[in-house]
């Protein structure tokens, strides 16, 4: 983002990120790994101040030795709110 941006399209923030995890489980002696991408922005309710919405899909598991294999989808929303909404103001 553009920090000293006057846009709203210059504030907003944007991300995305891939993973993988060898777990330590082992069922059938077959190993059970995830792997997943997740993606996300954050639009500026103020300078200090975002409205955050991420997505993230993750698979898990096999399908070898009759296992489970699971997809998951998660949907994020939150708000991130600057230190100053927790600064004491001078009286």
Request: proline share 3%.
């Amino acid at each position: 983002p553009n920090q000293f941006g006057i846009n709203f399209g210059d504030l907003v923030i944007y991300r995305f990120g891939l993973f993988y995890e060898k777990t330590p489980y082992y069922l059938n002696n077959t190993s059970i790994n995830q792997y997943g991408v997740s993606a996300g922005l954050s639009l500026p309710l103020a300078r200090e101040n975002t409205f955050d919405i991420g997505i993230q899909y993750i698979s898990r598991g096999t399908t070898d030795s009759q296992l489970l294999k699971e997809n998951i989808i998660k949907l994020g929303i939150g708000f991130s709110l600057g230190e100053l909404w927790f600064v004491r103001q001078d009286r």
